[in-house]
């Protein structure tokens, strides 16, 4: 069964530092985001992509975050200089049509220390 | 901005007891709903949606989930919980016109005991 991957499972980092977390969506899918959840909150909307650009973003998703779709498989997150706060689990996911089904990754849990 | 809201956050009950976990949204217009849910270790899948038609809909492993549109609600049920449905459970909800975002709701988590 196809699936959602993403890397890393874990990243622990030192504020300021640069973060890139990335995701293997479902190679004929055509809707890619990514969501977050602060441990204890509820799952956040950072940002979606579609055509390779940015279809909508939240207010979360300010200028430290980036994401890119670099080839023809892989779609990535940068966080350009991590703060406390960016400490979350962040879920990549993709879907095959608009407001459709979402398959999810395993997420990528970051720690800022 | 449409919201979502999951009332129950940690739900702890023995097999075969009934379950039900409550998800309230707050959008005027025509929306299709799902519940998503995550094992332990696992990623969030799909439980169940409604989209239109018959506002009962049935899931994966006996769930199932009322749209009651007059009270904004999609809330799940199982009549008989397994130790294997501990999980997280999460309610979203996409407008049908306009932004197709999933909001989610924060998550109920579930624990069964055997």
């Known amino acids: 069964e196809p699936e959602v991957t993403q890397t890393p499972s874990h990243q622990v980092t030192q504020m300021g530092q640069e973060v890139i977390l990335r995701c293997v969506p479902i190679?004929?899918?055509?809707?890619f985001y990514w969501y977050r959840q602060i441990l204890g909150q509820k799952v956040e909307f950072l940002v979606s992509?579609?055509?390779?650009?940015?279809?909508?973003k939240s207010e979360i998703f300010d200028d430290q975050f980036s994401v890119e779709r670099p080839d023809g498989s892989n779609f990535t997150l940068k966080i350009r200089s991590t703060k406390l706060e960016d400490s979350a689990m962040y879920f990549c996911?993709?879907?095959?049509?608009?407001?459709?089904?979402?398959?999810f990754g395993e997420g990528s849990r970051l720690t800022v220390l | 901005a449409q919201s979502v809201s999951q009332h129950n956050h940690h739900v702890i009950l023995s097999e075969a007891a009934s379950l039900e976990l409550g998800c309230n949204y707050s959008?005027?217009?025509?929306?299709?709903l799902f519940w998503y849910v995550q094992y332990p270790g696992q990623h969030l899948q799909l439980l169940l949606k409604?989209?239109?038609?018959?506002?009962l809909v049935k899931g994966i492993k006996g769930f199932e989930a009322e749209f009651i549109k007059s009270k904004f609600s999609f809330n799940l049920r199982k009549p008989s919980v397994q130790w294997s449905d501990t999980a997280e459970y999460f309610c979203?909800?996409?407008?049908?016109?306009?932004?197709?975002?999933?909001?989610f709701g924060r998550g109920t988590s579930l624990i069964v005991h055997p």
């Open positions: 996911a993709s879907s095959e049509a608009e407001a459709g089904e979402l398959f």
């Open positions: 190679s004929n899918h055509l809707y």
């Open positions: 992509f579609y055509n390779n650009e940015i279809s909508e």
């Open positions: 959008y005027g217009g025509t929306v299709n």
């Open positions: 409604y989209f239109s038609g018959d506002p």
């Open positions: 979203a909800v996409t407008p049908s016109g306009g932004s197709y975002i999933p909001t």
